[in-house]
């Protein structure tokens, strides 16, 4: 199938809710993916952070093939080896006591919130149901999640929404405190605001929220569906902020390029969602599970550690270009933001990228977000950085 065959079978048969960039991926080996005409782009995007091993890494293929050939699905009504084993990985590395495994970040994100409504219903009754997020939060796409998120953009079209959610200033105790009260349940917040335009919050604001919370008996929760599973450099990213919140999301990662997310909680609110509150059919599925085990198993200390030393060699060497169209360069681990100047043409700096086969994302008003799989190597960061100078710096 030529590139623009498969274009007019996407624009006859499918709802055109995605602004699609003119590429066809065909298959991909290591951080570089292939065309249908045998075309190279090196993959700064990585599926929007899902692909965290990249393509074709041995270990995921064989974990995938082996558990296809045994058992593709059962259901939650019957016990199956792989979502145990990776319910046990997660808790034990991430310091948390049980976990509800989903397909996807947005449903992982309604679970920690349905979680934070029923510890403070089972508590306190009704009238406790309030959750204050960050105002440029960005916590999905359901009914619910878009109100979760803190930007009016996406409050249109879908009323009625949700109730029972008020946005504070990201940085600023006194603003969540003002948003706060007796009808208060919880606090949900990304530590860096990946739509937002990868923007990471100060360390102090999260500890003394993490304290403030505590005090009120607000649960914390931190969606981790873009910042987990190592893209920051450490398994969460709460981890590099020395905080425990009471429950987490995660997504993208996890599963190496299979629909997977959950939501990991602490002691006091394992046993919140017992039976019959709280249920989907393919969380856990055992494919999925056997997959994400064998991404746990590969991001070990050493890898991590990787990790980092990649995230800054990329920011310091787009720093470095003194591009005169690039304001800062910002973010952590495999998580960059380039951040454009005041009236900088993003879309066409954007387009000229991808025409030079890098495959990159944006985020915010004027953000260039790079997410490459984990397992990048030097050698891919130097073809795709190569191009970015070019464009950059001829912007």
Known sequence: MTFEELKALDHQYTM???????????????????????????????????????YGHPAWLEAVETQAHKLAHAS???Y?????RLAEKLCTRSGMAAAFFANGGGEANEGIIKLARKYSFDKYGKGRANIITLHNSFHGRTITTLQATGQDVFHNYFFPFTEGFRYAEANDLASVQAQAGEDTCAVFL?????EGGVLPLDKKFVQDLAAYCAENDYLLLVDEVQTGI????????????????DA?????????GLPMAGVLCNEKCRNVLGPGTHATTFGGNPIAAAAACAVLDTIDGDFLAAVNEKGEYLRSAITALDAPCVETV??????????LKDGVDRSALVKQIYDSNVLVLTAGPKTIRLLPPLVITQAEMDRGLAVLKTVLCGA
Do not use: W
């Open 190 to 194: 990304e530590l860096i605001q990946g």
């Open 248 to 256: 987490v999301t995660f997504a993208k990662g996890i599963a190496g």
């Open 76 to 78: 939650n009504l019957f």
């Open 330 to 339: 910002r973010g952590m681990g495999l998580m960059v933001g380039i951040v």
């Open 16 to 54: 055109q809710t995605y602004g699609r960039f003119d590429v066809a991926l065909d298959h991909g080996q290591g951080s570089t993916l292939y065309g249908l005409e045998g075309e190279e782009y090196i993959d700064f995007a990585s599926g929007i952070g899902v692909a965290s091993l990249g």
């Open 230 to 245: 190592g893209r920051t450099g450490s398994l969460f990213c709460f981890q590099q902020y020395g905080i425990q919140p």
């Open 80 to 84: 199956t080896e792989p979502y145990a």
